[in-house]
């Protein structure tokens, strides 16, 4: 109103101005010193309007704006509101502001309705704010997209990976290794499929070298009981007592190789029947040896009982298979220890375990061989082989029975040059 008013004092009327459109355009402008720069859209639009019209028809794309600047809603009427610039469709839309000289209305500045950012600077910042805020959300947008690519590939190139290695896994292929390259969860997966794959890979060889012991062991006893029955048919040998103590003696090696055959099955699987009570173990262990004493007398052995528990210790356990335990490992001394040897029996209390030790002497075992003792189907190559009737599997059914006992079974060389195998089983 300001900028009107001087030009109305420099030339006493509006005459001169409604003829000259783009001084008109020229004190919008000026009059608000925020304004830099006229948008040139409208501009271009107000030369192909007629000299009065204003302001010029807005261009459909600048209608979606947020905003209409000031000079673009003003509207110039004389003092009986009569239009100098503006549309006459439009006035009733107008807010008039009286403009006075010489306390005397000479005019109307009229304003349409519009949005509440009138500076330019107000403008140029929403514009920019919007152009940042788009060029913003592009380059949010490209960099999920990279960093969604790049797990893509880091996460899912292990996956596949590890997919790929599950099925050959499911197929056999137990020798199937996936390479380590973090520290992460996917770096430990790996690692923990690696474990199982090779537990998987140990234990289809411990299955196939099973079957080819098994096999073994009992071809072994079948040939000679059918050589001997061949001979007997074909007369070669004749029909007598001792052939027939022959063949018995074959069959019932047959017999205990199957009978401990069918043991170790039903304890590795844990299907032996375990009826556990509460019992003093020392006094089954009396038993059996006494039961076993002539057996170690035919061979001269020595037996010497250190009991260092004053009272009697019960433990929670099956007293059969207890049993079973001790007359194995006794009759391992008794078969595989030399002629005037000797067995010594130690029974102590080992902070909460009850150790029952069983040494022996002359033939011991190599100590890089004490470990494998308790593998199945395992028998040294010198003394305790073969020739003794065993199998290989006793000390296994021994271990398994102990376990079962939540005990431990271990072995260790003897201070009499032997063997000492070592029980330690929980105190109730």
Known sequence: IEGLTDYYSNNQSWSSLSRDKQKWIELLWQSNPQNHNQPSPWIAQANKEPNNLWPPAIPEQETKKIFTPLGLRAMLLNADKTLIFGRNEAIRQLSLYPIHYKEKIIGFLGLLPGKIYNQASDIEFIERQSKSFIWIALIMILLSASLALFLTYTLGRPIKRIITAVKELAVGHYEIRLPVESKDELGQLA???????AALEQAEQSR???????????????AVLRG??????????????????????DVMRLHRLTEDLYQLSLSDKGALSYRKEHLDPVEILKDDLASLKLKFQDKNIQITWVNDI???????????????????????????????????????????????????????????????????????????????????????????????????????????KGLTVCIELPIN
């Not at 001997?228 to 003696?249: H, K, M, N, Y």
């Open 310 to 416: 004053s009272n009697p210790i019960y433990i929670y356990a099956d007293p059969d298979r207890l049993s079973q335990l001790y007359r194995n490992l006794l009759n391992n001394s008794a078969s595989y220890t030399d002629n005037n040897g000797q067995l010594i029996i130690t029974i102590f209390q080992k902070t909460t375990n009850l150790t029952i030790n069983f040494s022996d002497s002359e033939p011991g075992v190599p100590e890089h061989e004490v470990s494998k003792l308790f593998d199945r189907f395992y028998r040294l190559e010198s003394s305790r082989n073969r020739h003794y009737g065993g199998a290989g599997l006793g000390l296994a059914i021994c271990r398994n029975i102990v376990e079962a006992h939540n005990g431990s079974l271990h072995a260790y060389p003897s201070p009499l």
């Open 228 to 249: 001997e029955l061949e001979a007997l048919q074909d007369g070669i040998r004749p029909l007598t007592p001792s052939a027939i103590d022959s063949l018995f003696v």
């Open 208 to 222: 196939r070298r099973w079957v080819a012991d098994i096999s073994h062991e009992l071809r072994t006893p079948l």
């Open 191 to 197: 690692r923990d499929f690696n474990d199982m794959a």
